[in-house]
């Protein structure tokens, strides 16, 4: 097999592994920290949950923040416009607040929990551990 179709290949399967792969560095980094927490005694596993959790999200088309809008000399309150891929949702302001925890991205979705609370979750960890209904 050539060289270069032996290198596709390769690429192809390191991409269908990825994500398998992201997981279990995730569980060997927590397993060390656990292990380095306890002094290398690492005991038994610590428990697994999957979530049920029921959200509301939109994915964000774009961003504007209140400081880009503004001329330079001009005092902003730090908020954004979020505006949604989702067709029939309009653009809506975030507070300073927001922007500061989660600092959104494009691409990525607004979350919003039954409790009212609000996040900015990245669209591959949002797509993995959510369905929609």
Known sequence: MPENQNAQMDAANFS??????KK??????????????????????????????????????A???DSDARP??????GSAIIVPEDRGFGPFRVPHAYVAKHQPKAG??????????????PAE?????YTKV
């Open 108 to 121: 990525g979705y607004y979350v919003q929990y039954q409790d009212g609370y609000a996040s900015w979750s």
């Open 72 to 77: 330079r000399d001009e005092e902003t309150d």
């Open 16 to 21: 269908a592994l990825a994500p398998e792969l």
């Open 24 to 61: 279990m560095e995730a569980k060997q980094a927590f397993e060390q920290m656990r292990s380095y927490e306890s002094g290398g005694q690492a005991s038994t596993p610590m428990p697994e949950y999957v979530s049920h959790k029921k959200v509301w999200a939109l994915k964000i088309k």
């Open 125 to 129: 960890a949002f797509e993995e551990g």
């Open 63 to 65: 961003i504007h923040l």
